[in-house]
């Protein structure tokens, strides 16, 4: 894995990566948070993005087109 990581950028990124993961490690109550969060962050190649959207309904009359 790490033969293709280059001096320039794929050792930055990778410590990025790990120091990301070690926060959220700190900061989670449990394992099921601390995937939550790198979800969020970093999400898994090839997987669909999960969105939380925080909207209420508008309450419909009916009289609406």
Same mark, same amino acid.
């Given at each position: 894995?790490?033969?293709?990581?280059?001096?320039?950028?794929?050792?930055?990124?990778?410590?990025?990566?790990?120091?990301?993961?070690?926060?959220f490690?700190?900061?989670?109550?449990?394992?099921?948070e601390?995937?939550?969060?790198? %979800?969020?962050?970093?999400?898994?190649?090839?997987?669909?993005?999960?969105? %939380?959207? %925080?909207?209420?309904?508008?309450? %419909?009359?009916?009289?609406?087109?």
């Amino acid at each position: 894995m790490s033969q293709g990581l280059t001096r320039n950028v794929g050792y930055p990124k990778l410590r990025e990566h790990l120091g990301a993961a070690i926060a959220f490690m700190k900061i989670s109550r449990n394992y099921l948070e601390f995937l939550e969060k790198m %979800d969020a962050h970093y999400p898994r190649f090839g997987e669909q993005h999960r969105f %939380d959207f %925080d909207y209420e309904r508008d309450k %419909d009359d009916g009289n609406s087109i």
